[in-house]
């Protein structure tokens, strides 16, 4: 963003203070969802561990969703209190009409890596968040800087959405591939 003056800075930062309470809930949601599927997981009850996967995704899904309708409508109180000037002002608006949506696709990569790191298979976890941090940034964002500062936010959005969707289908593939051989425990 440097390159692009200090309002394109100045919209990146008013963005990145936003993010941490906007999405805290999706942030809580992956650090409470891990004892809970080590436990079903070391109960051998495999149907649970899948179906905490699905309902922390629905749950990912709400509160993005709920974010993105409360930054679209108070966008303007948002401007107001930041007060952002020229492109950051626009770089605000186009998060919160359409980027704000790409964050569900982070939330997808966090969960995975709760399933991961709780289904031995930290490495997965390592390997996704490294390569969402280089792979998927990095060049996607210096393709992107040639439209200017916006196409550095599309970039970064390209890369949430490729390793989120990865991610997440991949920690399916781990969660079905759990030991079903095993008899199932019934509740008493």
Known sequence: MARF???AISGQTTIDRIIPVAFAFVFALTGSVGPIVSQNYGAQYYHRVRETLVAS???TMVCVIITWITLYVFQNEIVTIFAPKGVALDIVHLFCDYLVASYFFLGLL???NTIFNNLSRPLFSTGFNWGRATLGTIPLVWIGAHWGPFGIL?????GMIIFGSVAVLTAFWVVNHLDH???RKTLR
């Open 5 to 7: 003056g200090a309002e």
């Open 154 to 158: 599309y970039g970064q959005a390209v």
């Open 110 to 112: 966090f969960v995975s």
């Open 57 to 59: 995704l629905k749950m």
């Open 181 to 183: 051989a095993t008899p």
